[in-house]
């Protein structure tokens, strides 16, 4: 703020997107109050705009998991729907990062997400063949894979930190909700079959152009009403005004010299392997541990986690939740949903994220929680006479791995967004394209981790069933 004057100076800075519009040229000036004002409903919209993509971009990867005994007939491996859920995200996530280059035109980029999971979602739902349902699955998962990542590449063209910052805890928050979300549309649709639940659910993907259209601020709106002190990096929000050539917005003039400029820079593969080599052990390996132990407790662990139907003379409140044998792995995944949703929102509800030398704890949390597990469903901690302790025990320990799994996330995705980028000397443009690889390029540790999963999960409840037997404990063939 200049000292004497009751005004805040505007600065712009063109290359936060590819998408810039100014409103105020640099110098111009805006009351205090005003400022503040419009600088909190700014933050709202970008809080909801968020929050929806990630919402959105997730919950059809729900509603496909939800849906998975409607989809596939029963002689047909479940698992083929995991792995047709998740492989075809790992492929974006490794693919465009690392092979593609140049500036991210993110309009195209989104509409092209948006077409092909509607795409997915009417091919599941208009075909009858088990192939083609499983390419329609494929469709929506690449999809859901190429939006994670350029939603999370997005919110680094938010500045100051603060403002990026806010938009990837509530991104996290959303991807978090998505499954409490994605899980209750599919309660509510299975009723009407699949060729019709499954092609409404198809028109969810609009909300996201729509969104990002008419709701989501610019980047460059935010230098309005933001405070100096906001800035992390410690640069200035009165920086000089820099222009970036935007091809996407016929409105701004581009001079051939910054045209010529601007097509000159990508990012070598040699360039983002030695940008990619330091997040390896900082963030990439944490991210996989996690994913890895947190969905082989979900698909091969939690399953053979049954109990006897409690009576209602002995266990009056878990009689009243569960009513058979397979109510158990509902619940159990019902509580991991929850807690995964309000730790993924823990930034957003104002807590601290975890210090970046604490980023590796939820990994090895969870390894210890899929490790005692893995001895209840085998062998019962606490004998098979005590169900009520045992049902207890888990319900605490499946709602500690949901925390762990979205503390690890959120935190992972929020430190690597606020990390200080060396940029001195180096063109604006070059700067955005690394910030936003950077946090591309993470995104294939949890694909990767639920991918590993997926192939761990099936021999460990086999084994975990053969085990039950072995001393008596039937359930798991029942179900």
């Given amino acids: 703020m200049n000292p004497g004057h009751d005004s805040t100076t505007v600065a712009l800075r063109a290359d936060d997107s590819d998408e810039d519009v100014a409103t105020l040229l640099p110098g111009e000036t805006v ?64 693919g465009w990062p690392y092979l593609l280059k140049g ?52 919110s680094t063209g938010y500045h100051p930190p603060s403002v990026a910052g806010h938009s990837v805890g509530y991104f996290a928050s959303g991807t978090g909700g998505a ?12 009723g009407l079959g699949v060729r019709l639940g499954v092609g409404l659910s198809s028109i969810l993907p609009f909300i996201i152009p729509i ?4 709701i989501l601020p610019r980047p460059h709106q935010f230098a309005v009403g933001a405070s100096d002190d906001d800035d992390a990096d410690g640069a200035p929000l009165s920086a000089s005004y820099t222009r970036l050539p935007n091809e996407e917005d016929p409105d701004i003039p581009i001079t051939e010299p910054e045209a010529n400029v601007t097509a000159m820079i990508a990012l070598t593969f040699q360039d983002k392997w030695r940008l990619a080599k330091p997040m390896l052990t900082r963030y990439m390996l944490p991210l996989f541990c996690v994913y890895m132990f947190e969905y082989t407790i979900n698909q091969g662990i939690a399953p053979t986690l049954v109990y006897p139907v409690p009576s209602p ?70 004998g098979d006479d005590h169900e009520g302790i045992s049902f207890a025990f888990v319900f605490l320990l499946i709602s500690l791995e949901g925390i762990c799994g979205g503390l690890a996330y959120v ?15 180096a063109h604006p ?33 086999i084994e975990l069933c053969r085990v039950q037997v072995a001393r008596g404990k039937t359930f798991c063939q029942s179900l």
């Fill in 31 to 94: 009351s205090d109050d005003t400022s503040k004002s419009e600088y909190k409903k700014l933050m709202i919209k970008l809080g909801v705009s968020f929050f929806l993509f990630g919402l959105i971009n997730n919950v059809l990867y729900v509603i496909i998991l939800s849906a998975a005994l409607d989809l596939v007939p029963p002689s047909t491996p479940k698992g083929i729907i995991a792995f047709c859920n998740i492989f075809p995200a790992l492929v974006a996530k490794l």
């Fill in 103 to 154: 500036r991210i035109r993110y309009a195209r980029r989104l509409m092209g997400c948006t077409a092909i999971s509607v795409g997915g979602m009417l091919v599941v739902s208009l075909s009858d063949g088990l192939y083609m349902r499983l390419l329609g699955i494929c469709m929506a998962s690449f999809s859901s894979g190429l939006g994670e990542l350029t939603f999370l590449q997005l």
């Fill in 179 to 190: 499954g409490l979300v994605g899980a209750f549309l599919w309660w509510e649709l299975r």
């Fill in 211 to 214: 969104t990002y259209y008419f």
């Fill in 313 to 382: 003379d002995v266990h009056w409140l878990m009689s009243r939740i569960i009513k058979s044998l397979r109510d158990y792995y509902p619940l159990w995944q019902l509580v991991y949903q929850t807690t995964v949703f309000l730790s993924r929102s823990s930034i957003t509800f104002g807590l601290s994220p975890l210090p970046e030398r604490l980023l590796s704890l939820p990994a090895i949390v969870q390894g210890i929680i899929l490790t005692v597990l893995t001895i209840e469903s085998a062998v019962g901690i606490f």
């Fill in 411 to 425: 935190n992972v995705f929020y430190r690597i967004n606020q990390e200080k980028h060396d940029t001195h000397g």
């Fill in 429 to 461: 443009e070059r700067a955005k394209q690394e910030r936003e690889f950077k946090i591309g390029s993470i995104g294939l540790a949890d694909s990767a981790g639920i991918l590993a999963a997926s192939l761990l999960a099936v021999p460990t409840e």
